[in-house]
């Protein structure tokens, strides 16, 4: 295969093992998705070989639109593995967010990153990328980290598709709002700027993304509590 | 559901008064959550709450029971009655019963729509799709009752435990908590139960006489409450449907 065998396990996540290794002498990331036992196997090779493809896909695509992401090296869709580039110094927006936490300030401190989140994701969305896991684990931040220079990361439950995705992408930025109130309480104000910075980069497609996106939201708020 | 529960509203009123004794306002869930904390002895645990009417997955931080995911359509047991319906699979004891014994001859599996965003799910296409073929499939042989089924039941519950498992990864948390009326599915239980041995976290389920709502359950989360201080204004002791898991301040537990 294209690496040794110096797998380094780096991280277990609820489907996929981090390994750090190297690639023809480059040192690099790998993430496998694992088998899941307690689900059917028919339905786990096909989730495995669905979330490899279209995560690999969309990084690309990303690239291409200047969206920055791990460069993938190589995917090896028999052992289920991405190879990718290792940002080793990268912080997430979690841990980043967690620094200014509690501080009086902290939402004057967070807009541009918050304003950075939504301009990342009004392009990504503008250019028919669904993401469908947006968390703020999800997003990197690189070295210098006051230049607020965004990578995405963890795609496999994206999807590209040219058709008709309002709803597809007001769910995403409802994914978005619910775990950053759920991991940041008192961040109701930073999701706004989200929004803010959303409508800058999609300004054809912001108006009935945000239409769905409430929608969606009056689903859940909606949620009776009897049964 | 909001007659009988407006009706107990006012008994317990009367009974407050008569008795002058101080009366408490109880979320439905949180009454689900503390009584799967009694009975199974589990800490912090990452809940699964699951009923005919609501799919949440909760994880307890500052203060709040907060939901880090659920259904953004219909609950997943009213997803599986509605296909019991289909099926025209008798109510009694309860549709999702006879669908878990039904499911336990099914062999051939069908690959259903399988929606996860995030740590949310949505069972409204799923259902669309097997309603919409259910019947040709039955009639031309190709799949069984019981394998639609037990196709079924693998591909909603593979749904939940995925997002549980999320929530926990992302909680850092060891323990996990089945409640609600779906809780008391053995399948549900043994698929959690495999995660949580997977990843070195105890999982902690209780029988159908906790799992179903209870009279019970809605006195423990009182007796809570209580105790660390909280009682209801007299205006706020009404019935809502459109009260949040995350809205209830948790001032018994740090």
Redesign the interface.
């Known amino acids: 295969m294209a690496t040794s065998d110096n797998l380094k396990l780096l991280k277990q996540g609820a489907e996929a093992k981090l390994f750090t290794g190297d690639y023809f002498g480059r040192p690099c990331l790998i993430k496998e998705r694992f088998k899941k036992t307690y689900r059917h196997p028919i339905l786990d090779k096909s989730l495995t070989s669905q979330r490899t493809k279209n995560e690999v896909r969309s990084m690309v695509k990303c690239r291409m639109l200047g969206i920055e992401t791990p460069t993938v090296l190589f995917v090896d869709l028999e052992q289920s593995r991405i190879y990718m580039d290792y940002l080793a110094e990268a912080i997430t927006v979690r841990d980043y967010i967690y620094k200014v936490q509690g501080d009086k300030d902290m939402i004057v401190k967070l807009s541009p990153l918050a304003k950075s989140i939504g301009n990342t994701l009004g392009k990504m969305h503008l250019n028919n990328i669904i993401h469908g896991d947006l968390t703020t684990s999800n997003m990197l931040l690189k070295k210098p980290f006051e230049d607020l220079k965004l990578v995405m990361i963890d795609f496999g439950l994206s999807f590209i598709d040219n058709s008709q995705t309002e709803e597809d992408k007001g769910v995403d930025l409802y994914v978005l709002e619910r775990a950053l109130l759920s991991t940041h309480p008192n961040t109701e104000a930073l999701f706004d700027v989200i929004i803010q910075g959303y409508k800058e980069e999609n300004q054809q497609g912001a108006a009935e993304v945000i239409k769905k996106y409430e929608e969606v939201r009056m689903r859940g708020r909606k949620r009776t509590m009897v049964g | 559901?909001?007659a009988p529960?407006v009706s107990v509203a006012i008994v317990a009123r009367t009974v407050a008064q008569i008795w002058k004794k101080p009366i408490i306002g109880v979320?439905?869930?949180i009454g689900h959550i503390e009584m799967g904390r009694l009975i199974t002895g589990a800490d912090n645990p990452t809940v699964l709450y699951v009923?005919?009417?609501?799919t949440q997955v909760i994880?307890f931080?500052?203060k709040?029971y907060?939901?880090?995911?659920?259904?953004?359509?219909i609950?997943v047991?009213n997803c599986l009655d509605r296909f019991a319906r289909v099926l025209k699979l008798s109510n009694d004891p309860s549709p999702g019963f006879n669908i878990e014994q039904l499911a336990k001859e099914g062999e051939k599996?069908l690959?259903l729509p399988?929606v996860?965003?995030?740590?949310?799910v949505s069972f409204s296409g799923l259902l669309s799709f097997i309603e919409e073929r259910a019947d040709g499939l039955i009639s031309s042989g190709e799949y069984t009752p019981a394998d639609l089924c037990y196709s079924l039941q693998?591909?909603v519950y593979?749904m939940l435990?995925?997002i549980t498992?999320?929530a926990?990864?992302?909680c850092g948390s060891e323990e996990v908590l089945l409640v609600g009326?779906v809780g008391c599915n053995k399948r549900l239980q043994e698929?959690?139960g495999?995660?949580a041995k997977?990843r070195n976290a105890t999982l902690h389920a209780t029988d159908m006489r906790f799992c179903i709502?209870n009279g019970a359950m809605i006195a423990q989360a009182g007796w809570e409450m209580f105790k660390s201080g909280q009682t209801t204004k007299w205006e706020d002791t009404f019935c809502?449907?459109?009260?949040?898991?995350d809205e209830v301040e948790v001032t018994w537990r740090s």
């Open positions: 559901m909001g529960l979320n439905h869930c009923s005919g009417g609501n994880s931080a500052e709040k907060r939901i880090f995911g659920e259904t953004i359509d609950a047991g599996y690959e399988y996860v965003k995030g740590m949310d693998e591909t593979a435990i995925e498992e999320r926990m990864a992302h009326g698929m959690m495999t995660m997977e709502d809502t449907q459109r009260f949040r898991t």
